[in-house]
């Protein structure tokens, strides 16, 4: 619907401020994110003899701006997104200059699938089954290190509760 300046100066103040609510919702988080995030909370996550420093993007909002306008990351980091329930997660690369693999990762940290991502594409990476957790590193890290699906990755977020 394409409301004209006419039209939106008849609307009254309940039906302005849902429109404005509407807006909002569906646009709030790219106008909210100015930058990258650089300052979550992090986890030491182990690949085989392999440390890995983790930011941890647990909110929807933190999951959702992800690795977004960053360009560049040290080797040895990456971001583990965490859901709150197993389900099929599907990642892209919107906003990302940064080249990342995606390692969509079940309960017990088993690699389900990993997933070369290009930077700034809109194509969709999907886990190969349900997982809550996908950790995005650098391209290439984990061929480098041959760390393919079926390895295990180690960490307290792993660990049975």
Known sequence: MKLSTPALSRLRLPQTLALLALCVNLCGNTWAQDGPQLNLQRVELTAGMYRIQAQVAATPQQRSTGLMMRRQMPQHEGMLFIFEQPATQCFWMKNTPLPLTAAFVADDGT???????????????????????????????????????????????????
């Open 111 to 161: 690699i389900v699938n990993l997933a070369d991502m290009q930077p700034l594409s809109e194509a969709s990476h999907c886990s190969a089954r349900p997982v809550r957790y996908v950790l995005e590193m650098n391209q290439g890290w984990f061929a480098k290190r041959g760390i393919k699906a079926g390895a295990r990755l180690g960490g307290a977020v792993f660990q049975k509760k």
